[in-house]
């Protein structure tokens, strides 16, 4: 299964190799939105933004804004502030804003023209008019070895209050492509430069490949006039109407959906019959009305062996749901304490006996474990994320034990499900689901027989592995 298709058509059909450049901005291009305003809220919510700082801000963006200064005028504005501050203090509040605020800000499409040009062997780099404190974070996350950005004068690790010429900023843009072409030996005839701004428009005139993703109207009028193909996300930034009206039919679906399933509970007085009818009743809703498109390989390895324990890479609120889709019936899960406080996820956990445990509590959490190997030993599957927390990246974490030592002394196997990119329908800390595609990759059961506690480690990385190999695949 490929996502991104149509997107990555014209990046496969390129000559592959290091010649060819492959030039990213930033703002609304690699993450939605702008980068500076979320730097700019942070200094002043945190109170670490000067009075003068706030004043020369806002004076430089209405000039810049208004047309009386330029670009130098605007971050000559905000720069003259930081005299006598630290860089590192500056390092730390970036990416502590870029943790707090743009990982999640990261478009998913964006991350597939990465992987693409990667793959083809380009050579990537970043050229964007913002600062380092803003970019080098963002290019740490996607790995991207080439950046080209503003940069501030530092003396012995303290700012100067002056700006670095030249601005890396329309005809400067333009220099630091050129730059990085004869420091690199690439042919700008092959290369490709991705943005959102007219302002860019030097450098998009000497690649062979402008790309205009989610232009301005101004980019998006030239764009029409000479051919170039125009693209726009609507992965991350404000949701839409529609967004949001699908969001609300998913989340409203959760309540007819356990009437039905407490009315036939009732009727056959079995309660994980109202469970099994409720909860695959509202996953399938919850999927319809909020416009995902679960696609699954491997079907079949859901029913070969049951029970079993389902462990999944959790990246995204909506994994549960997934997970309820995938399964059906006669399963239960463990999950955060914290989760307890959730108005649905914890009302639809505890309907279904789910094992809530204190992470922070190592002695509590394993004897909290306990009804989850007896529900597993009377025949109902387990739900459970072993990174025991969710990623608000891609990134697989380090997986923890507790789902494996159940399999262990439950005589059951384990199931690996894991899905490339849950984060597309809902980041971490997001509310509305967006429509899109998910994959989810179910691996073969592993047996666990032969599992002892000496090899047990072993067993658990040769797993996280065939993780590794599929979203990576």
Excluded at 327 to 348: A, F, H, N, S, Y
């Amino acid at each position: 299964m490929v996502l991104h298709d149509r997107l990555l058509r014209e990046v496969r059909k390129a000559p592959g190799g290091p010649k060819v450049g492959a030039f990213f901005d930033v703002d609304r291009t690699l993450v939605a939105g702008f980068s500076a305003t979320a730097f700019y809220r942070e200094r002043l919510l945190s109170g670490r933004m000067t009075p003068k700082e706030m004043v020369d801000t806002i004076r430089g963006t209405a000039g810049f804004v208004l047309g009386r200064t330029g670009f130098s005028g605007l971050i000559g504005a905000a720069t003259t502030a930081y005299r006598g501050l630290s860089e590192k203090s500056m390092q730390e509040i970036g990416q502590e804003v870029f943790e707090k605020h743009l990982v999640t800000s990261i478009y998913p499409e964006s991350r597939a023209l990465l992987r693409a040009h990667r793959e083809k062997g380009h050579t990537i780099a970043i050229i964007s008019s913002a600062t380092p404190y803003q970019v080098d974070p963002i290019a740490r996350e996607l790995e991207v070895e080439h950046v080209m950005c503003t940069r501030l004068e530092v003396e012995d690790g303290i700012f100067t209050g002056e700006v670095m010429r030249p601005l890396c900023f329309g005809e400067g843009k333009r220099e630091a492509g050129e730059l990085l072409a004869t420091r690199h030996d690439l042919d700008l005839e092959e290369s490709f430069f991705y943005t959102d701004s007219v302002d860019d428009l030097p450098l998009m005139e000497i690649v062979g490949k402008p790309c205009p993703l989610n232009p301005d109207r101004r980019l998006a009028q030239i764009a029409k006039e000479r051919g170039w193909p125009v693209r726009r996300f609507r992965s991350r930034g404000a949701p839409g109407g529609e967004e949001i009206l699908r969001t609300a039919l998913a989340y409203g679906s959760l309540l007819p959906s356990f009437a039905i399933g407490a009315t036939i509970g009732f009727l056959n007085n079995s309660k994980r019959e109202a469970f099994n009818v409720a909860g695959s009743m509202w996953s399938d809703l919850a999927m319809s009305l909020s416009g995902i498109d679960l696609r699954v390989e491997g079907e079949q390895h859901l029913w070969s062996h049951r029970p079993a324990i389902f462990i999944f890479n959790h990246q995204s609120a909506i994994d549960a749901v997934l997970m309820m889709k995938l399964v059906r019936r006669d399963v239960t899960g463990v999950g955060k304490k914290e989760l307890q406080k959730d108005p649905i996820m914890g009302t639809l956990g505890r309907l279904a006996g789910t094992v809530f445990i204190d992470r922070a509590n190592s002695a509590k959490a394993i004897e909290a474990l306990k009804p989850a190997v007896d529900a597993l030993k009377q025949g109902q599957s387990l739900l459970i994320a072993p990174e025991g927390t969710r990623s608000p990246t891609p990134r697989l974490g380090r997986f923890k034990k507790g789902a494996f030592h159940m399999a262990m002394q439950a005589g059951v196997p384990i199931v690996p499900v894991v899905f490339r990119n849950a984060l597309d329908a809902l980041p971490k800390d997001g509310l509305v689901m967006r429509p899109s595609v998910v994959e989810a990759v179910v691996l073969p059961p592993v047996d666990t027989s032969d599992w002892t506690r000496e090899n047990l480690d072993d067993e658990i990385e040769a797993i996280r592995g065939a993780y590794l190999e599929v979203l990576e695949g």
